[in-house]
């Protein structure tokens, strides 16, 4: 079946640093790749999603780039705030597991100031 | 602008009892699902509805039953409660089971069980 692997965190990082969060995935055929963030005490949110190979998702600030030769769609900023603070989860939608989702473990990020 | 509401917030439990998490989306979607959370884990879903009157098993389903009640409403039922079903429990709801739309995910519910 389909599976999501996320880099363990927490990732602890200074305001303004560099923010990669690695995402791969192990599923065939037709895909839709997400990241959802998850504030403190709330649900998931949508943060960005790619519906085809090579497509580019991008939000806030954020970006991910689905490459099938790699399986991977890693999340990306340039500048973290403190306001980023949260756990984020990638996601994918397709192959095995048809319309359902399959979520990775969720990497906790934290910024300081 | 309510999306999906989930009750209760949190809830403690003794081990053998039951009870019923209530989750509501007005957003006129079609297809509901009840998710768990464990630390590590990611989210896994238990069960689903497509579309009001069906109702499917998910990855995680023993232990767990389901009503969709009407387009609205989708409640997720413990018969008797075990410890190892503590968990954050998410209700989401999307347009269609199909397609690229996103999932809404209300803001959990807090379960421990004792």
């Known amino acids: 079946g389909n599976s999501v692997t996320q880099m363990e965190g927490p990732v602890t990082l200074s305001e303004e640093a560099f923010l990669t969060i690695n995402c791969t995935y192990t599923a065939t055929g037709y895909l839709s790749l997400f990241w959802y963030v998850q504030y403190p005490g709330e649900g998931l949110q949508l943060l960005l999603k790619a519906t085809k190979a090579d497509d580019k998702g991008s939000n806030k600030g954020f970006e991910a780039t689905y490459r099938k030769e790699t399986t991977s769609f890693h999340l990306e900023k340039g500048s973290v705030q403190v306001s980023d603070s949260a756990v984020y989860f990638c996601?994918?939608?397709?192959?095995?597991?048809?319309?359902?989702?399959?979520f990775g473990g969720g990497t906790r990020l934290m910024v300081k100031p | 602008n309510a999306g999906v509401t989930q009750t209760p917030k949190f809830q403690v439990l003794k081990t053998g009892q039951s009870m019923t998490l209530q989750c509501a989306q007005d957003m006129n979607h079609n297809s509901m699902y009840w998710y768990r959370q464990d630390p590590g884990m990611g989210l896994r879903l238990i069960y689903y509805?497509?579309?009001?009157?069906?109702?499917d098993k998910g990855e995680v389903p023993n232990g767990y039953n389901v009503s969709r009640l009407n387009k609205r409403e989708f409640s997720l039922r413990l018969e008797s409660a075990a410890p190892s079903q503590t968990s954050v429990y998410f209700c989401a709801s999307t347009l269609d089971r199909g397609g690229n739309q996103p999932q809404h995910f209300g803001d959990g519910t807090r379960l421990s069980i004792l």
């Open positions: 509805s497509a579309s009001e009157g069906t109702t």
């Open positions: 996601a994918l939608r397709g192959g095995n597991a048809g319309n359902m989702l399959t």
